[in-house]
């Protein structure tokens, strides 16, 4: 799975800003424990489609991108969160820089429904280049729309 078009709007204090990045060819080779990352805002969306079941361990590969970083994500676990009185049963994933380079980096975790469509619920990690500032963020409400009524 690859998105092959991201549109982020991303909005500051003091600037809204918009980013398109479009996947015109791509001619990347992948091992079977690998994801291929277009832009770094995919991640999330490559970790809904995540293969809870088949894997512990994914790499990140950057595609057409000079990010450099092994990114790896781990497989934790299977923990029940209790956001707004409501239990959600979720994936707990782990991404971090793999190898020594682990040790500089820190961790951030996200929490994915394990029911279908697998959703972000939670996240823990940092804020910048470094993670100076932690941020948790979680889900308010979750609702699936049928358009066809």
């Not at 980013?19 to 805002?41: C, G, H, Q, V």
């Not at 676990?77 to 682990?102: A, R, T």
Request: hydrophobic share 40%; glycine share 6%; net charge positive.
């Amino acid at each position: 799975m690859i998105a092959d078009f991201i549109n982020v709007t991303t909005k500051r204090n003091d600037a809204i800003i918009n980013r398109t990045f479009s996947l015109i060819d791509n001619n990347t080779k992948l091992k079977k424990d690998e994801a291929p990352i277009l832009e770094f805002f995919s991640i999330l969306y490559v970790l809904r489609g995540f293969p809870f079941n088949s894997y512990k361990k994914l790499f990140l590969k950057f595609i057409g991108n000079d990010f450099k970083y092994p990114l790896v994500i781990d497989f934790i676990g299977i923990e029940k969160l209790n956001i707004n009185n409501n239990i959600i049963e979720c994936y707990k994933l782990q991404m971090g820089v793999d190898f020594f380079l682990g040790n500089f980096f820190p961790k951030v975790n996200f929490w994915f429904s394990k029911e279908k469509p697998h959703y972000l619920a939670r996240f823990e990690g940092g804020s910048g280049p470094f993670g100076d500032e932690k941020v948790i963020i979680e889900l308010f409400k979750y609702e699936v729309i049928n358009y066809n009524n």
